[in-house]
């Protein structure tokens, strides 16, 4: 191989690995590999105007293609202000790789500029981070990071780039990439599935993760509809298996029908495919309680490391949703004994999450998902933010592919808008909706501005209620009438959003709302809706009053 830079030797890595997309903020420290991504033009750099917002776009990208998501940002700032979509990946089981700027190599240790220890500063956050100290390392640490990144549990893998090993010169070859290694079940242990599911009288199956594919999804609908068996997803996992499914019975997260909670308590057996059993699938690890939990668990995940964790499985079974999922199309069982406890379930959720008819304010949100059901596109991508605004989308809407949720299960605020950029930048002929409260919007509502420079053509709701609500629930709930440091003072979000060049819009009444969003549906620029809400309507089902009642 002829002698170039480690920035080229970088690129070409990545190359290698076949990224067409990376999100980044530039930085100084890796100006070489900014100088090799110049003769680089398969590959699109998204530039970002803030860190936390390029790596939220990375994560939503890799959510969204199964690919891992690439972000560079420079050192010390950079880096901290990444770390939060870092956080996010490694609790959402997202593969992404992160590329951080260093100080040259003879100046470690001595705090210099902008120097941080990215082992100490990631090591319980990252999946798994790692320093060049030559050039002629890179190939290998790359191909080592889409590893890490890909198998078993995703995660996010940081890779430190010292500024003087990107001038480096070397003729390191790059290592070619290989098929990602998916465990699949032993004959055993789907003999073993089969026994504990014949003997079940209530059986639950919960899917999670990142990991479904169109084709899994399609696989696990056809198998739980022959057996009836009843299936709920985790949080923000909507998109995992269809709504609209007589299997389907809700979502175990922070918008929690009834029924589903009392039927978790109930089943005998839970068939967990994907899933880690977090705290918010589990409501505080109330409805199944460690470490031996009360119902039969036979727990599938693609990491061993994570097998008998928290919890005792009856059956830990080490593989891939996918993998799984294949080989359970081949299971004989009667499912006609688990008809009654299928439909109960699935009524229970079907009434839960009917729309209210509640007329009570000049802007009432169960309106406007009702307006904006009615002309959802069957492929439509929402993203959402956290806060209670996303509490109708998550009860209210029916989710089947191809239609898609990007969502952070870390509770991450900030999230929605970089993900509809980085989900509209993917799939720029369908329609994107964000969803985001007025705290979140203005973490990294500027990523507007990247829309507009990159070309993306987001939806964004903004449901402005001017507080923190999910925080103003809680201190209500907790302590009522003891409001402190919810109160928001916010702009003209509208008006905001025409200064970069994009369509901004101010809702007030429900009358208003559906023909400005069938405007934005056609417009082929970045959209704000700014929805003027009473702060009283604080959550899907329910009002301020009642929480402070409650």
């Known amino acids: 191989m002829r002698e170039r830079s480690g920035g080229r030797i970088l ?53 969204l293609t199964g690919h891992v998501g690439v972000c560079f940002v420079t050192r010390g700032p950079g880096a901290c202000n990444a770390s939060i979509g870092v956080h996010t990946a490694r609790q959402d089981s997202t593969p992404m790789v992160l590329l ?79 098929p990602v290694a998916h465990f699949a079940p032993k004959p055993q242990d789907m003999a073993k599935v089969k026994e504990i599911l014949s003997a079940a009288k209530k059986p639950l199956v919960v899917l999670g993760g990142g990991c479904w594919t169109d084709a899994a999804t399609a696989a696990m609908e056809a198998f739980c509809a022959r057996v009836s068996l009843p299936v709920a997803v985790s949080f923000r996992r909507q998109d995992a298996f269809s709504n609209q499914h007589d299997s389907y019975v809700g979502a175990l997260g922070t918008t929690l029908a009834p029924s589903l909670a009392a039927g978790v308590k109930e089943a005998d057996v839970l068939l967990v ?18 470490p031996v939990p009360r119902q039969k668990l036979v727990h599938v995940y ?65 309106g406007v998902i009702e307006d904006i059901l009615s002309v959802l596109p069957e492929d439509a991508i929402l993203t959402t933010d956290a806060g209670n605004f ?30 509809g950029v980085a989900a509209s930048l993917t799939h720029p002929d369908r329609a994107v909706i964000s969803f985001v409260g007025d705290g979140g919007f203005l973490m990294t509502g500027q990523e507007i501005a990247t829309a507009m420079q ?47 060049g994009a369509r901004g819009y101010a809702v007030e009444k429900n009358e208003d709302f559906l023909p400005v969003f069938k405007e934005a549906l056609q417009l082929k620029k970045p959209v704000v809706i700014e929805l003027r809400m009473n702060g009283e309507q604080i959550v899907a089902g329910k009002t301020m009053a009642e929480v402070r009642g409650k």
């Open 11 to 63: 690129v070409e890595a990545l190359q290698a690995e076949g990224v067409k997309k990376v999100f980044c903020v530039p930085g100084e420290s890796y100006l070489d590999a900014l100088d090799a991504l110049v003769d680089a033009p398969d590959v699109r750099v998204v530039t970002c105007r803030h860190e936390g917002g390029a790596a939220f776009m990375a994560e939503a990208y890799a959510k």
């Open 100 to 178: 951080v700027g260093q100080v040259a190599r003879d100046m470690k240790g001595r705090e210099a500029f902008q120097e941080v220890d990215y082992d100490a500063m990631f090591g319980t956050v990252a999946k798994w981070t790692a320093e060049a100290q030559h050039a002629s390392d890179l190939p290998q640490l790359i191909r080592r990071a889409f590893e890490e990144a890909k198998t078993g549990r995703p995660g996010p893998a940081i890779i430190a780039l010292p500024e003087d090993v990107l001038t480096e010169l070397s003729d390191a070859a790059i290592v070619p990439p290989q």
């Open 273 to 290: 495919v994907g899933s880690r059993l977090g705290e918010i699938p589990t409501q505080g690890y109330k409805l199944v309680t460690p």
């Open 302 to 366: 693609p990491d061993a490391t994570e097998l008998n964790k928290v919890y005792k499985a009856e059956l830990a079974v080490h593989s891939s949703a996918v993998e799984f999922t294949n080989l359970l199309q081949e299971l004989e069982l009667d499912g006609e004994k688990w008809e009654p406890w299928r439909a109960q379930l699935r009524k229970g959720y079907l009434d839960w999450r009917n729309i209210p008819s509640r007329d009570k304010y000049t802007l009432d949100v169960d």
């Open 390 to 419: 996303s509490s109708w989308a998550q009860r209210h809407v029916l989710y089947k592919r191809p239609m898609r949720l990007l969502a952070p299960t870390c509770g991450a605020m900030g999230y929605s808008v970089p993900a």
């Open 454 to 500: 990159a070309g993306a053509h987001p939806v964004i709701l903004l449901f402005n209620n001017n507080m923190y609500g999910t925080i103003r629930m809680h201190q209500e709930r907790d302590y009522p009438g003891r409001v402190k440091a919810t109160d928001l003072t916010n702009p003209d979000f509208a008006a905001w959003a025409e200064s970069f």
